[in-house]
């Protein structure tokens, strides 16, 4: 069984007990449940449900495993022939989710 919810403007495939990582949530503590109610589509054995847009009282708990920062990403300007350029990088923060149960 799995679903595909919708979490902070990006779509996740889910499981149960699974562990996925998401945009950072600041309010968030570790150890706390988190419920992610937009689920656009449910698989169950053999049927699927697809919702219009999300399937109604479906919803998906997790837990929270922890925070952290994800690899560095380097994002370089260069314009031609004008000796233009310009490095810059950051690290993303994210929050770790262990998926505990998914509703239907």
Do not use: C, W
């Not at 069984?1 to 902070?8: E, Q």
């Not at 314009?79 to 990088?89: F, I």
């Amino acid at each position: 069984m799995f679903a595909i919810v919708d979490f902070k403007g990006f779509q996740y495939r889910v499981e149960k007990d699974a562990t996925i990582k998401v945009s950072y949530l600041a309010d968030a503590e570790i150890g706390s449940t988190v419920e992610i109610p937009n689920v656009l589509l449910i698989q169950n054995d053999d049927k699927t449900t697809v919702g219009t847009p999300t399937v109604e009282s479906a919803k998906v708990t997790a837990e929270v495993l922890g925070h952290g920062r994800d690899k560095k990403i380097i994002v370089f300007k260069k314009k031609r022939r004008k000796g233009y350029r310009k490095t810059q990088g950051h690290r993303q923060h994210f929050t770790q989710l262990k998926i505990t149960d998914i509703q239907i």
